[in-house]
């Protein structure tokens, strides 16, 4: 039983390699090699720009917690970041069930785990000069999708704490209904922004939607190869 858990769990850890550096290391020699040009000339707003992204890790929990995982085995960092991904999606969703909307310290938490996660995908594009290709991409868009889900219902939360629409929330499910249908840019009509608050809102998580789902999603689906199924029959076409 123990075997099949770690199986499911864990994967093939005979070919998960001990990496060199831990997280936190990796991360610092990451900065360096950016300050330095190690591997790209660039300069200016870039330089700023991948600067800012890369150090930008280190004040939120996800570098830490796979430091920690690490010390247990390099196998254990995709479980961990995988449970504290799920955890994050989850809270924002706890917050409308339980309507804690109103509680200050709870939504500032929220806020400060969402931006860890909309500077996350940007960082690991842009500003990763030392680290190497991830063990699937497909596992990248996967996580991709539960990040989208994650600012649907944040963004959920935050429409929640005050009347910054045309009329209030029926139930907790109203708000993330408005979420999802003002990420996918549809506009029902039944719920709009009528506070400069609410329009700041709604634009930003427009804008997050083009970011995500547009830019990133198609970065790492140009990087997927196919494998089994597919590509045999692929090759069946072609005989």
């Known amino acids: 039983m123990k075997y099949i858990i770690a199986k499911l769990l864990l994967g093939n850890v005979s070919t998960v390699e001990d990496p060199k550096f831990n997280p936190l290391q990796k991360r610092i020699q990451n900065?360096?090699?950016?300050?330095?040009?190690?591997?790209?000339?660039?300069?200016?707003?870039?330089?700023?720009?991948?600067?800012f992204l890369s150090s930008s890790q280190l004040f939120f929990p996800g570098i830490y917690i796979k430091y920690l995982a690490n010390l247990k085995g390099s196998e254990y960092q995709d479980l961990a970041l995988d449970l504290y991904i799920l955890l994050k999606v989850s809270f924002p969703l706890l917050i409308l069930i339980n309507n804690w909307e109103q509680n200050s310290f709870?939504?500032?938490?929220?806020?400060?785990?969402?931006?860890?996660?909309?500077l996350y995908i940007p960082t690991l594009i842009f500003a990763?000069?030392?680290?190497?290709?991830?063990?699937?991409?497909?596992?990248?868009?996967?996580?991709?999708?539960?990040?989208?889900?994650?600012?649907?219902?944040?963004?959920?939360?935050?429409?929640?704490?005050d009347n910054y629409l045309n009329k209030p929330f029926g139930n907790w499910f109203d708000a993330v209904y408005f979420s999802i249908i003002t990420s996918s840019s549809i506009g029902y009509g039944d719920f709009y922004p009528i506070t400069?608050?609410?329009?700041?809102?709604?634009?930003?998580?427009?804008?997050?939607?083009?970011?995500?789902?547009?830019?990133?999603?198609?970065?790492?689906?140009?990087k997927i190869k196919g494998k089994g199924y597919f590509e045999k029959e692929n090759k069946k076409n072609l005989q």
């Not at 991830?134 to 600012?151: A, D, G, H, M, V």
């Open 31 to 51: 900065i360096k090699s950016i300050w330095n040009n190690d591997h790209q000339d660039d300069n200016g707003l870039e330089k700023i720009t991948r600067l």
């Open 106 to 118: 709870v939504i500032l938490l929220m806020i400060y785990l969402l931006l860890e996660t909309v």
């Open 128 to 161: 990763s000069d030392l680290f190497t290709k991830p063990r699937s991409y497909k596992r990248s868009i996967l996580l991709l999708f539960y990040n989208y889900i994650e600012i649907v219902f944040a963004f959920a939360v935050l429409y929640s704490c």
């Open 196 to 222: 400069t608050i609410g329009k700041i809102l709604v634009s930003t998580q427009a804008l997050l939607f083009l970011f995500f789902v547009v830019v990133f999603l198609n970065f790492f689906s140009n």
